[in-house]
């Protein structure tokens, strides 16, 4: 349980300060934090007064007003109730003392206990609600939605409604007042120590952004969703959902208390307080529109994603993918995938396919609508778990291509479902994943699975690996790794039949299997974190040093010469001089790469060298080394300049 609650912390403070937190910025710095500013108690608000109620008895020769004066010929005496500004009393000027009796110093200190009294607990409340709401309804929303027949993006249209109502309720009060009322317990919380007025409506302001909270990708999350949508609840998933959602609210809470802190401290807030409330509505309203329409999704893919080493460190942790058993959650969806066998010649039967979950941004498809596998039904399915700069997806690609080319208008017809789960964390960038699927070829719909929900669903381990589904919506057939092309084909073509009776069937596809048949160095990696095949000096470890060349380097193994920054990504060559020196086997090498500079490859085999110049740039992806007409055996040398990334290089 300890491990569970410290990952689910470590998570949520990942996501919370993760490029997905900025649209709620604005809100909770208005909304949470500057609407909780106490007022300002030092001159700038307009002084105390004695009501003239209080002299409602008095001769009508005495008048109530700002100067002791006696008016010539009048016989009217003025009374003078305006503070002393030197004492910070009031006075009457007819020669009374102060007002109530009240010391200068008392004054002073009951207008300190005043503004204590009157601290806002609101940051505090908006982030208990959405902690709250957050917990509540990624557990239970999913369940609670399929038991009553509603769909899915119910809540979320819902918060979104909410926080329009928010943000008129804070231009119009009373509809604030409306909107609170079922909550008043709770908001009187802050209400008990003077504040009601700015406590307003901040739970029920947090319970509408837990709903619309959409934290970036990460295994925690992953974890989480799919217990809440499968129902496999416990106490340690509860432990996991309420650490998560705490640690991901800290970094707002800050950002609240920094608003308020703002507010409090520059005069231009508390001169302004209803044109800093009108402006903290009208950001709601628009960040509710921008829900609605989906910005934010686009900002977020505008700006690179600076959290994506960090919480790669995260999902590669054993620790954590054995607490969370990512990969291999059993749930009742998705038990019966292990009656499949990998790459079986005939169909079987391995369960219903489990649905398509947690992805924010879909590809190739009307609008970027989302797909739901029981819409489907009627129609052939392959899922297929990809990613765009993996050799083996590269070469298993083109025969997905071809048969949803070919297939895709026969009968009731077949669909391509490209599941898209990032290996890397550059893969997380929508615009890398758009180039490269256009790269590919790839025109079917295309799932970016950032969360790793849809693929912990499917108890998947594989890139490539692909489920067949029939069209009652059964997994008949599951394929990992390359090669079955064949196979997987005659498979599709006789589960079409069986759903299209009398169906003609198009010839077969004749594209060429390039899956490497001979033994082959394995894929290596530079990240130390999957590092297995180095053999090099110094130790491989975290940090900029300085590295040697192996003479003789053993097969299968690299190492590094000059200046590298290794971390939990790859290696970045640090100044110009940086190698690579690779001992392979294999027809073909490639490297994915990325920064900016060119790259000098030498391959030597058989005592001959090749030269070939790599030009790095734009985003990182694979780049060919050595393509080979046959089986070769030898070492490649890669001169690296400064700046330019190396991630992997593979082999085929």
Not at 596 to 619: F, K, L, M, P, Y
């Amino acid at each position: 349980m300890e491990t569970l609650i410290i990952i689910g912390l470590l998570g949520g403070l990942i996501t919370g300060i993760s490029p997905c937190i900025l649209p709620m910025l604005p809100v909770i710095f208005f909304a949470g934090g500057v609407q909780g500013a106490r007022p300002r108690d030092d001159g700038a608000s307009s002084p105390p007064t004695v009501s003239p109620a209080l002299f409602a008895g008095a001769p009508r020769a005495v008048t109530v007003g700002g100067g002791a004066r006696r008016s010539a010929g009048t016989g009217t005496l003025t009374l003078d109730v305006s503070p002393d500004p030197e004492r910070g009393e009031r006075v009457a000027a007819a020669g009374g003392g102060p007002v109530g009796g009240a010391s200068g110093s008392e004054a002073a200190g009951s207008r300190r206990r005043t503004r204590e009294r009157k601290r806002s607990w609101r940051p505090y409340l908006v982030i208990a609600g959405l902690v709250l709401s957050f917990s509540v309804f990624t557990l239970l929303g999913s369940l609670l939605l399929t038991a009553l027949g509603l769909p899915q993006d119910l809540l979320r249209w819902a918060g979104i409604v909410l926080l329009v109502l928010l943000g008129i309720g804070m231009i119009v009060p009373r509809v604030e007042e409306v909107l609170e009322r079922p909550f008043q317990r709770i908001a009187a919380l802050g209400a008990r120590r003077g504040a009601a007025r700015q406590d307003r409506g901040a739970f029920v302001l947090g319970l509408g952004l837990g709903v619309l909270y959409v934290p970036c990708a990460g295994p925690v999350l992953a974890a989480i969703t799919v217990a809440g949508a499968t129902g496999n609840i416990g106490p340690g998933t509860v432990a996991l959902t309420v650490s998560f959602a705490v640690g991901a609210a800290i970094p707002l809470l800050v950002f609240a208390l920094a608003g308020r802190r703002v507010a409090e401290r520059v005069k231009g807030f508390q001169r302004h307080t209803r044109g800093i409330r009108i402006t903290g509505g009208v950001v709601m309203i628009a960040l509710a529109g921008a829900l609605a329409l989906n910005l934010p999704a686009a900002l977020q893919r505008a700006l690179p994603d600076y959290t994506g080493a960090l919480q790669q460190q995260v999902d590669e942790n054993e620790t954590v993918r054995e607490a969370l058993d990512l990969g291999g959650l059993v749930t009742d969806e998705n038990r019966e995938l292990s009656n499949c066998s990998n790459g079986a010649p005939e169909l079987e039967d391995c369960g219903p396919a489990p649905e398509i979950r947690g992805i924010d941004t879909w590809l190739n498809t009307p609008g970027g609508e989302a797909l739901a596998l029981d819409e489907l039904r009627g129609k052939v399915v392959l899922v297929d778990f990809w990613t765009y700069s993996c050799i083996n997806c590269q070469r298993a690609i083109p025969h997905v291509n071809a048969w949803y080319e070919r297939y895709r208008d026969v009968g009731e017809g077949f669909e391509v479902i490209g599941v898209h789960t990032p290996e890397f964390a550059f893969e997380r960038e929508t615009r890398n994943v758009v180039a490269g699927a256009e790269d590919l070829g790839v025109t079917y719909p295309v799932a970016q699975d950032n969360s790793y929900a849809t693929w912990t669903a499917y108890r998947n381990r594989y890139w490539p690996a692909q489920y067949l589904v029939d069209a009652d919506g059964t997994v008949r057939h599951i394929r990992f790794g390359e090669g079955g092309y064949e196979e997987t084909e005659n498979l599709v073509r006789e589960l079409l039949a069986d759903a299209n009776p009398g169906v003609e069937l198009p010839e077969a596809t004749s594209v060429g299997d390039s899956t490497p048949q001979d033994e082959t160095t394995p894929e290596t990696y530079f990240s130390i974190k999957r590092v297995v095949n180095y053999a090099g000096e110094p130790r491989y470890a975290a940090g900029e040093q300085d590295f040697s060349l192996t003479d003789d380097q053993p097969r299968d193994t690299f190492s590094l010469g000059g200046t590298w920054d290794v971390d939990f990504q790859g290696a970045t060559a640090a100044s110009d001089g940086a190698q690579v020196r690779l001992a392979y086997r294999s027809t073909d090498v490639f490297a994915v790469l990325g920064g900016e500079g060119t790259v000098t490859a030498r391959v030597t085999t058989d005592g001959t060298t090749t030269e070939r110049e790599i030009d790095v740039s734009g985003n990182p992806t694979l780049y060919p080394v050595l393509e080979g007409d046959g089986p070769s055996e030898g070492l490649v040398e890669l001169d690296v300049p400064a700046g330019v990334q190396v991630f992997t290089a593979t082999f085929g």
